[in-house]
């Protein structure tokens, strides 16, 4: 494949795409070009910060991108491979960019072609990837697959595998299973005030945030709705370079939404990040966070008598979907601080992300648990009584890590912090 482009004094070693003398092999990725390599992004980039490496940096792997579109570089290159699918997608470097590169697609757009051009031969993934897809679209195949993760998780199963990816998975996600959930909608879509995304990993972890969801929502006297065709929102599938699995998850959510101005809600901040960036339709303008939401509704009619007022300090995880791609920073703390009794622990010398960046607690176990423990440390640097995450794969992987010490705040995601919070009275008003 040829030696892979190194930093030269913050110069690329690859020709801008339009002033390239050769066609292009592969497209898609001509915006990498507005990368002025002036290196502000490298400080804020966890892979950077973990590695040391310029192929692990934000401007590292747009040189890379110029040189694979190029043809200069091999698509089945595992180095290639290794520094491409490393990055953690959390978004640090769109933040701060000068250029404004927009790097989430980018690097989308060449895991796509890694995917077309795999560094070793499958070995079953095609069969992986068609799993699960359909588990994706179809819940009746994630509640087989929840049941059987539960039962391997009561049973020990992790213990007796060897070492590599099935006994980590099972491992690490151990703590965090939970039973599917039992919802009943409140409304149809034509009376509801607001539409519930489920997301898909309702019969793996969130069930108890979901039911929680329609507590709080039903106390404060929110109609909701449940749409029944809903589907994963897409962003495993669009992470990891399959494209079209992931737009016929668009294509199904678009379709079970329908087009009127009801506000969809979502509880994860990677399910909402993904859906405020769908292309088509009015799925996308409708999105919101369920706090977001919530806040506004509490503007309208703060509902202070419903609310526990005994005190609790909150150590607050805002992950990177929420910080770099909604950009919702400050409604989550703001809404949390006009609780009654509630007030926020600081939290200080956090890394840009706490290593969970989807599958990556996976796959990058020893990256993922390093920036995962320093996450933890600041969190608790402040002994808080709980902590509080609104991302669900960021929560499970900081949940993993509090197991092995003792004397750990619990992890809750937001609306299960509320939905505790609730008088006894308003709770059970709600029929939960």
């Not at 290639?80 to 933040?95: F, K, M, Q, T």
């Not at 009376?191 to 898909?200: I, R, V, Y």
């Not at 294509?251 to 990677?270: C, K, M, Q, W, Y």
């Amino acid at each position: 494949m040829g030696n892979l482009p190194e930093s030269n004094g913050g110069k690329t070693l690859a020709k801008p795409l339009g002033a390239s003398d050769r066609p292009l092999r592969f497209r898609g990725l001509s915006a990498a070009d507005q990368c002025v390599h002036c290196g502000l992004c490298l400080p804020h980039c966890p892979t950077y910060g973990w590695h040391g490496i310029e192929g692990d940096s934000p401007r590292g792997r747009l040189t890379l991108m110029q040189g694979l579109a190029q043809g200069r570089l091999e698509p089945d290159s595992e180095r290639l491979h290794s520094h491409l699918e490393g990055c953690l997608g959390c978004r640090s470097c769109e933040a701060v960019c000068p250029a404004r590169v927009p790097f989430g697609a980018l690097i989308d757009r060449a895991r796509e072609i890694l995917n077309e051009h795999p560094a070793t031969p499958p070995r079953g993934d095609r069969w992986r990837q068609m799993l699960q897809h359909q588990a994706l679209l179809h819940p009746a195949l994630r509640s087989l697959g929840g049941l059987a993760a539960r039962s391997g998780a009561r049973l020990g199963v992790d213990r007796l595998l060897p070492r590599g990816g099935w006994k980590r998975s099972l491992a690490h996600t151990r703590d965090s299973l939970a039973p599917e959930p039992r919802l009943r909608a409140t409304a149809t879509p034509e009376t509801a005030d607001a539409l519930l995304f489920t997301g898909c990993m309702d019969r793996f972890f969130t069930g108890p945030d979901l039911e929680a969801a329609m507590t709080v929502l039903e106390a404060l006297e929110v109609r909701v709705a449940i749409p029944r065709d809903q589907a994963c929102c897409g962003a495993l599938d669009q992470h990891s370079g399959h494209r079209a699995a992931a737009q016929a998850l668009r294509a199904r959510n678009t379709e079970a939404f329908g087009t009127h101005d009801i506000p969809v809600i979502a509880l994860d901040s990677g399910c909402e990040a993904t859906l405020r960036e769908y292309p088509e339709g009015t799925l996308g303008a409708r999105s919101r966070s369920l706090t977001r939401f919530l806040a506004q509704r509490l503007d309208a009619d703060p509902q202070g008598d419903i609310w526990e007022d005994t005190p609790i300090r909150i150590a607050l995880h805002l992950p990177c979907t929420q910080r770099n791609v909604t950009r919702e920073a400050r409604e989550l703390p703001a809404m949390l601080e006009r609780l009654p009794g509630v007030s926020l622990a600081p939290v200080t010398g956090a890394p840009n992300c706490c290593g969970a960046g989807g599958t990556a607690m996976l796959t990058q176990p020893a990256m993922a648990d390093g920036l995962g423990s320093e996450t933890l440390k600041a969190l608790t640097g402040a002994a808080p009584d709980v902590i509080v995450s609104p991302n669900v794969g960021c929560s499970v992987h900081l949940r993993a890590l509090t197991s092995q010490q003792a004397g750990q705040p619990e992890i809750l995601s937001p609306v299960r912090f509320l939905a505790r919070r609730l008088k006894n009275d308003a709770r059970g008003a709600s029929g939960r």
